[in-house]
Each structure stands twice: as structure tokens, then as C-alpha cells.
Nanobody
């Protein structure tokens, strides 16, 4: 069973930065993707960034050049570095790990971008 625990969210002013962390435990042997999703108020969850075992990352257009997804295999941790934050980046951020056909989710961490 895979368990994910996000941290690092908070309140930040527009233009500021935050780094989200996702501590991963359990058997993730042969994982196929890790990702961050965002759920804005009143909206569905949407993919923000994803990374594969090769290290190749993909981003939704609105965060390209501002967000960076990365992982530390030694620490079993997934990160999302967020720079130049905008009010529209506000939402609950969830990390996911896909192993086979199973996609595991964390409980989410709130990010609020506001002056």
C-alpha cells in the first residue's frame, strides 16, 4: 500500500514562491508516473505537473517556466517548486503516484496566493 503525505502549503503574496513536498512510503517498485494536481475552489482537480522514471517532466501550459517538479529517490520525496505565484494558482495541491493501474493520492495541502 502506498501512502503519500503532502506539506509546504500556505499563504503567499503574488509573485512569491513555495515548495511543496510529498513524502512517499510503501511499495512503489515499477512506478510509472508521479504528479501534482490542483483543485481550485469550485473546480475539478486538474493535472499541474508530472514526471516519469526517466526524469522527463511535463507541465500544464499555465505553469510552464514557473513550476518545477522533481523527486529525491533517496528520500522518497516528490517536490513542486512554485515561483512567480499568481492568485489563479490558489487551490489544494495533491500528489499522486501511479503503480500499475493503481493511482494513489495524498490528502492535499492548501496553497493560497493573495495580497
Amino acid at each position: 500500500q502506498v501512502q503519500l503525505v503532502e506539506s509546504g502549503g500556505g499563504l503567499v503574496q503574488p509573485g512569491g514562491s513555495l515548495t511543496l513536498s510529498c513524502k512517499i512510503s510503501g511499495n512503489i517498485f515499477s512506478w510509472s508516473s508521479m504528479a501534482w494536481h490542483r483543485q481550485a475552489p469550485g473546480e475539478q482537480r486538474k493535472l499541474v505537473a508530472a514526471i516519469g522514471p526517466s526524469g522527463i517532466a511535463n507541465y500544464v501550459g499555465s505553469v510552464k517556466g514557473r513550476f518545477t517538479i522533481s523527486r529525491d529517490d533517496a528520500e522518497n520525496t516528490l517536490y513542486l517548486q512554485m515561483n512567480s505565484l499568481k492568485p489563479e494558482d490558489t487551490g489544494v495541491y495533491y500528489c499522486t503516484v501511479r503503480v500499475g493501474s493503481l493511482n494513489s493520492w495524498g490528502q492535499g495541502t492548501q496553497v493560497t496566493v493573495s495580497s
